[in-house]
């Protein structure tokens, strides 16, 4: 598509139930990122996939999130058991790649995910 | 470990005059800074760049300069405009030093809100 797309727009879901929130990227995008602004927070490092490499996981708060990415294309953010804490909006972002040496590859964001947990 | 700071959470300014946004790193390991503008309920969009090598960029009414020295840099918008008005992210891209590539993931401040009065 034209654009980063998110799904679903939003989510509203009770502690300790699992959700799942996807993004598909823009076609031929080998990078794929996940971030999350939580209310009157800054934009906070999930995780990043870059073609066929292991993922950076390093930004996961958890072991209750993982992601995993299908294909190169579609990724899928889980969060199991969730808590109330975990409410924010859940960005995706893609580019066409991660590891050049010139040029700052920029980053395409989606309109994100607004997760709220009761 | 907040590697980019951004210490104003908000600034109001009339249009037609300047707008500066400030930004403060403290890594020096970085090879492009970004900023990026978000309007509500939207994703960021990529704003402008400048790589490390260089100490202005300008890209219209948007200029970015960067002061190695100091660990800082900083984005001017003239003349404002209400349409202005949005969050603005500074982000850094790390470099690498295992391959002399870049890190794709960019680590984002956590913003500053810009409200231009007409």
Known sequence: ?118 | DQQVKQNSPSLSVQEGRISILNCDYTNSMFDYFLWYKKYPAEGPTFLISISSIKDKNEDGRFTVFLNKSAKHLSLHIVPSQPGDSAVYFCARRARSLENGGSQGNLIFGKGTKLSVKP
């Open chain 1, 1 to 118: 598509g034209a654009g980063v797309s998110q799904s679903p727009s939003n989510k509203v879901t009770e502690k300790g139930k699992d959700v799942e929130l996807r993004c598909d990227p823009i076609s031929g995008h080998t990078a794929l990122y996940w971030y999350r602004q939580s209310l009157g927070q800054g934009l906070e490092f999930l995780i990043y996939f870059q073609g066929n490499s292991a993922p950076d996981k390093s930004g996961l708060p958890s072991d209750r999130f993982s992601a995993e990415r299908t294909g190169g294309s579609v990724s899928t953010l889980t969060i199991q058991r969730t808590q109330q804490e975990d409410s924010a909006v859940y960005l995706c972002a893609s580019s066409l790649s991660s590891g050049t040496v010139s040029g700052a590859n920029v980053l395409t964001f989606g309109a994100g995910s607004r997760l709220t947990v009761l």
